[in-house]
C-alpha cells in the first residue's frame, strides 16, 4: 500500500496561486494512478484532475482546466497540482488519491486547506 501527504495549502487572494504537493511512500510509486480531489463545506467530494501512472495523461475537470496543471515525478516519488487564476469557489479542502494500476483499493492522504479570499 501507499502513504500519501499533502502539502502546501494555505491562503490565496482571487488570482493568485498556490502549488499543492503529495508525497508518497510504502510502494512503487510509478504503479499508481494519481489524482486531486476537493471538498468544500457542504458539497461533496469532487474529482479535480488525474494522472496516468507514468505521466503520459492527465484530465481535468471543467471547471479547472486551463488553470490547473497536474504533474508528477514519479523519481521523487511526488505528485503536483499547480493552480493559478485562482478563484473563491477553489476554496476546498484538497486530497491526493491514488490506486495501482489493475487494483480498486484507493488510498488518500488526510487534504490539504486552500482558501482563496481577498
Known amino acids: 500500500q501507499v502513504h500519501l501527504v499533502e502539502s502546501g495549502g494555505g491562503l490565496a487572494q482571487p488570482g493568485g496561486s498556490l502549488r499543492l504537493s503529495c508525497a508518497a511512500s510504502?510502494?512503487?510509486?510509478?504503479?499508481?494512478?494519481m489524482r486531486w480531489y476537493r471538498q468544500a463545506p457542504g458539497k461533496e467530494r469532487e474529482l479535480v484532475a488525474a494522472i496516468t501512472s507514468i505521466g503520459s495523461s492527465t484530465n481535468y475537470a471543467g471547471s479547472v482546466k486551463g488553470r490547473f496543471t497536474i504533474s508528477r515525478d514519479n523519481a521523487k516519488n511526488m505528485v503536483y497540482l499547480q493552480m493559478n487564476g485562482l478563484k473563491p469557489e477553489d476554496t476546498a479542502v484538497y486530497f491526493c488519491n491514488g490506486n495501482r494500476v489493475g487494483y480498486s483499493i484507493e488510498y488518500w492522504g488526510q487534504g490539504t486547506q486552500v482558501t482563496v479570499s481577498s
Open positions: 510504502g510502494d512503487t510509486f510509478s504503479r499508481y494512478a
